[in-house]
Structures are given as C-alpha cells and as structure tokens.
C-alpha cells in the first residue's frame, strides 16, 4: 500500500503560533497566493447529491483552471473509493476535455468560441447551472529542504485549513513534531464540503458512506453506466 503523502488537519491554537513553530523547524514562506474557486451546481444541486462536483479556478485575480471531480464506489478493489479528477487550463487549450465534462453534465453548447472563465460560467448559466458556491481563500506555502511543504489556507466562510505534503516523512508524524495532541485533528472533509455545511446547513455528504455500503451504484448517472464499468474493470 502506497504511503500516504499528504494530509489535512485543523488547527486548536492562534495560526500565528503554528507559523512561528514551523519557521523554527526549517520552513521558510515561498509565496502567498490569492484564490477563487467557484463550483457550479444545479439548482437543485445534483452534483453535490451525488458526490461531484465542478469548479472554475482564478489564480491572483486571473483564470487558471477548470475541474471536474467524483467520487465512485469500487466494491472489490482494496481502496474502495476512488476519486475521478478532470482538469484543464484557462484559457481552454485542450477543448475535449471540457466537451467530455459538458457531456456527462448534459450541457449544450454551440459556441464556437470558447476561452475564459467567463464565458464558461455564462454557457453553464444557460444550461440551468447556477454559481452560488463561492471560495476565495488567501493561500500561504512554506517549503524545507527536504521537499516538505505546509500549505496554510485562509477561507472565507470556512476559517484556517492546514495541508501538510511530506516526500521523505510519514505526515501524521510530522505534525506530531511540531504540534501537541490537543492542538490539532485531522481533518477529511474537503473544503467545499466544509463551506456547504456552515453556510447552506448541507449535510448529505455524510450519508455517502451508508449510501455506497449499501448499493456502490447509487450515484452512477444512467450516461456514466460505461465510465463506471471501465473503473471496475481496471
């Protein structure tokens, strides 16, 4: 089984503390970024229902990327749950991959021309799609000299996620090092899930685990049949 390389966790003391602590341990601040990560759903919130999710991405106030994730259920496979991630660049370069997103979204398109975050957020707006979910987050990245990272996320709407990479040690160690027991917990919710529970009271992804024990299938959309069956099969 592959070691695990990176971890998220919350933390219990001032952020102020951790950043002094992890300075005193070697890292140094190689950059702050701001981001803007905004998700589409339908309006009455499919996606998010059925453990998906699509998201345009602006780096520093400018277009970055486009994403589609989810989340698939694999009953005989030893990690039962995988993860389908689909990414491309802003402005669109490779236009298949988005033409795949659109079809399992079921959204028309006609456009000729296709560049920016914009004008993806108007051809979803059209099909039905709405943009309610918003998370702008000032984003910190400490690096050591060991390929260690600690990525520091200020969200709005959501409060301070930590992600801790780690290439040579065992993450969960780490944070041991530099952190008491009392002073932080791991943390498995993504941070859409997270922003979606404190401002819309949205729960459900805690019933996804119930949901795939009972029936694997119960998210596959009737054009995913062939995808999810290629999943099984590999």
């Given at each position: 089984?592959?070691?695990?390389?990176?971890?998220?966790?919350?933390?219990?003391?001032?952020?102020?503390?951790?950043?002094?602590?992890?300075?005193?341990?070697?890292?140094?601040?190689?950059?702050?970024?701001?981001?803007?990560d905004?998700?589409?759903?339908?309006?009455?919130?499919?996606?998010?229902?059925?453990?998906?999710?699509f998201?345009?991405?602006?780096?520093?106030?400018?277009?970055?990327?486009?994403?589609?994730?989810?989340?698939?259920?694999?009953?005989?496979?030893?990690?039962?749950?995988?993860?389908?991630?689909?990414?491309?660049?802003?402005?669109?370069?490779?236009?298949?991959?988005?033409?795949?997103i659109?079809?399992?979204?079921?959204?028309?398109?006609?456009?000729?021309e296709?560049?920016n975050?914009?004008?993806?957020?108007?051809?979803?707006?059209?099909?039905?799609?709405?943009?309610?979910?918003?998370?702008?987050?000032?984003?910190?990245?400490?690096?050591?000299?060991?390929?260690?990272?600690?990525?520091?996320?200020?969200?709005?709407?959501?409060?301070?996620?930590?992600?801790?990479?780690?290439?040579?040690?065992?993450p969960?160690?780490?944070?041991?090092?530099?952190?008491?027991?009392?002073?932080?917990?791991?943390?498995?919710?993504?941070?859409?899930?997270?922003?979606?529970?404190?401002?819309?009271?949205?729960?459900?992804?805690?019933?996804?685990?119930?949901?795939?024990?009972?029936?694997?299938?119960?998210?596959?959309?009737?054009?995913?049949?062939?995808?999810?069956?290629?999943?099984?099969?590999?």
């Amino acid at each position: 089984m592959a070691r695990e390389r990176e971890i998220k966790i919350e933390l219990h003391i001032p952020l102020e503390t951790f950043i002094g602590r992890i300075k005193e341990s070697g890292f140094e601040k190689e950059k702050e970024i701001s981001q803007r990560d905004h998700y589409f759903d339908t309006l009455d919130w499919r996606l998010y229902k059925t453990a998906a999710a699509f998201r345009i991405r602006q780096v520093n106030g400018k277009d970055h990327s486009f994403a589609f994730k989810k989340m698939f259920c694999l009953p005989k496979k030893h990690d039962r749950l995988y993860i389908e991630e689909i990414e491309g660049g802003l402005p669109v370069a490779d236009r298949d991959k988005l033409d795949y997103i659109f079809k399992r979204l079921g959204v028309d398109d006609k456009s000729l021309e296709l560049s920016n975050g914009e004008s993806l957020a108007k051809i979803l707006s059209e099909n039905g799609f709405q943009g309610e979910q918003i998370l702008a987050k000032t984003r910190q990245i400490f690096k050591n000299g060991q390929e260690d990272e600690i990525v520091v996320d200020d969200v709005e709407n959501v409060g301070t996620i930590v992600e801790l990479e780690c290439q040579n040690d065992e993450p969960l160690d780490f944070a041991g090092t530099i952190l008491k027991d009392d002073e932080w917990s791991r943390s498995v919710l993504g941070t859409s899930y997270i922003w979606l529970e404190k401002v819309k009271g949205f729960t459900d992804y805690l019933e996804y685990q119930t949901r795939f024990d009972k029936n694997p299938e119960w998210n596959v959309w009737e054009n995913e049949k062939e995808i999810y069956e290629h999943f099984l099969s590999e």
